[in-house]
């Protein structure tokens, strides 16, 4: 049998002792870091990964959405086909 003792450490520190533990291109500028933040959609000309990851979430989500909606529908719209075509057999 194999037995495997994880450990995990906590440290908390000041703000501006951050960078002794994570990379400053990890943080971002509020943090001492160098790393490029932007939540908002980009703006025209203006390209960040953060960016472009939360808009890709964005369309992903969307159009999961409304493939879950036309899935439903098409559900509703096949079981009604059945029951039709069952009702004519009798």
Known sequence: MLTIHASIQVILVSANKLTRY?????????????????????????????????????????????STSLLDELTIINDSEKSSSVDKDK
């Open 22 to 66: 994570i990379e400053p291109c990890q943080l971002t500028d509020d943090f001492g870091g160098s790393l490029d933040y932007d939540h908002t959609y980009p703006k025209k000309g203006v390209t960040t990964v953060t960016g472009n990851m939360v808009l890709s979430f964005q369309v992903f989500e969307k159009f999961t959405k409304e």
